[in-house]
């Protein structure tokens, strides 16, 4: 991890209009930097706005005022340079997990270019022998690791990830968790995650932010600094995972100052 800032979020505010014709605060006054390199990750309650902020880091919504850039560069529409996975992985039913993984380069018009880059990241999912699959015929851990090769294929800056694994069973969860960070290893992608999963949180992330309810608001921003490979049994893992509740129970119940980093 390198240290350098890759995306700001500046005095970032979000408002929407529900069906009921009320205004919601999503989002107030979120002030935040994601480093090169390193595996960042969002939690709170349900509601506080944790996809509303990743959708808006996508470029797939604007903000109502603040900006948000990456490598100083305003976002304003959706780029390659930054891969979204969604929790159901959303991968095309009528492709193969080969040709799934290659749209994204055919989409960039560099699949002549770049075509033989989809084997090596079938072998980096660990998915060889079941390229001309269709997705009804692999697991729901499988598809999502199509899903998370279909956007590293493009090289971007930084892969958004919306809890990619809140569908999975427990021991499918944990499998994708390692090859995540094994691809996180291997690749160098600054990686943010949203998930409601406190334990998760601690076994993937270099920083966690704790959100408030809404209007969403940052609360917290914790450094792991547990040494990888972690252990969910450990002591200091447990200790900083009762930290965290604790935290997301007072950031529930109590008015919040507003957080800038």
């Given at each position: ?8 979020i500046k ?178 992608t600054t ?71």
């Amino acid at each position: 991890m390198s240290g350098k800032n890759l995306i700001e979020i500046k005095s970032v505010n979000r408002t929407y209009v529900d069906t009921n014709d009320n205004t919601v605060d999503a989002l107030r006054n979120i002030n935040l930097s994601v480093r090169k390199g390193e595996f960042f990750t969002i939690i709170g309650p349900s509601g506080c706005g944790k996809t509303t902020l990743l959708r808006l880091i996508a470029g797939l919504d604007r903000p109502e005022s603040g900006e948000i850039t990456l490598e100083g560069k305003e976002i304003t529409a959706p780029d390659p340079q930054r891969g979204y996975v969604f929790q159901q992985g959303s991968l095309f039913p009528w492709l193969t997990v080969k040709k799934n993984i290659a749209s994204g380069l055919k989409a960039r018009g560099v699949y002549a270019a770049q075509k033989q880059e989809i084997a090596k990241y079938i072998d980096m999912i660990g998915l060889n022998g079941f390229e001309n699959a269709y997705p009804h015929q692999i697991s729901g851990g499988m598809a999502q690791r199509v899903a998370i090769a279909r956007a590293l294929i493009n090289h971007p800056a930084a892969l958004l990830l919306d809890e990619p694994m809140g569908a999975l069973d427990s021991f499918t969860r944990a499998d994708l968790q390692d090859k995540l960070l094994e691809l996180w290893e291997t690749d160098g992608t600054t990686m943010i995650l949203v998930t409601h999963d406190v334990d998760e949180a601690i076994y993937l992330s270099d920083r966690i932010v704790i959100m408030t309810p809404r209007p969403g608001k940052v609360s917290e921003i914790l450094e792991v600094g547990l040494p990888r490979p972690r252990h969910r049994g450990g002591t200091e893992f447990l200790a900083l995972r009762r930290s965290i509740l604790e935290k997301l129970h007072l950031a529930s119940a109590q008015p919040q100052p507003e957080y800038t980093i």
